[in-house]
């Protein structure tokens, strides 16, 4: 009986998952064939060049001033040893905090890169639903992410309401 039972509900899961249409995209390679795309990674590339010149002409810099410092520090006072170690430390902070401004999380680089990428990521993604509507698919994947990654997924089939329902709790009142 068990048996029975288990067939018939695979049978029910299978007749069911037949009906869901899925799909999938690859958006490096959809990527590749947009001049924009390119022209932009260009444009994010010399940027970083420039600003990684920046950063290393600020530690070249730096080196100069230590190495220079080692040739006179035996001919320093105290009182001159201190202020050119001081002088080499503060350079050397804001050598760090130029770094930050250009490479950091919200440094100029990832900025340009948002300015820059957004758009055109928006404009694929836009364009991924539409065709997913009119084709009648029901999910639509990234092939090209590691981990895989829903880009669409029809809204028939979104249960969340339903499991917030069932946790006895109203759907479209958040917790402040």
């Given at each position: ?18 009906a ?7 958006t ?30 600020s ?10 410092y ?5 001919l ?21 905090e130029?770094?930050?401004?250009k490479f ?21 993604a836009?364009?991924i639903v539409?065709?997913?509507k ?30 917030i329902?069932?946790?006895?709790f ?7």
């Open positions: 009986m068990k048996k029975y039972i288990f067939l018939n509900l695979l049978l029910l899961i299978g007749l069911g998952a037949s869901q249409k899925f799909a999938y995209v690859d490096e390679y959809i990527l590749k064939h947009l001049p924009d795309y390119k022209s932009s990674l260009s444009q994010i590339d010399g940027m970083s060049q420039q600003f990684q010149k920046q950063v290393d002409d530690f070249v810099e730096i080196d100069k001033m230590y190495k220079s080692q040739a006179d520090q035996i320093l006072t105290d009182e001159m040893r201190k202020r050119r170690e001081n002088d080499i430390i503060e350079k050397e902070k804001k050598a760090k130029l770094q930050r401004l950091g999380p919200d440094g100029d680089l990832f900025q340009l890169r948002t300015k820059l990428l957004k758009p055109i990521q928006e404009r694929i836009k364009i539409e065709t997913a009119s084709k009648f698919i029901d999910f639509v994947f990234d092939k090209s992410s590691e981990s895989t990654m829903m880009i669409y997924a029809s809204s028939t089939y979104d249960i969340s309401n339903d499991v329902s069932r946790l006895g109203k759907p479209g009142t958040l917790v402040k």
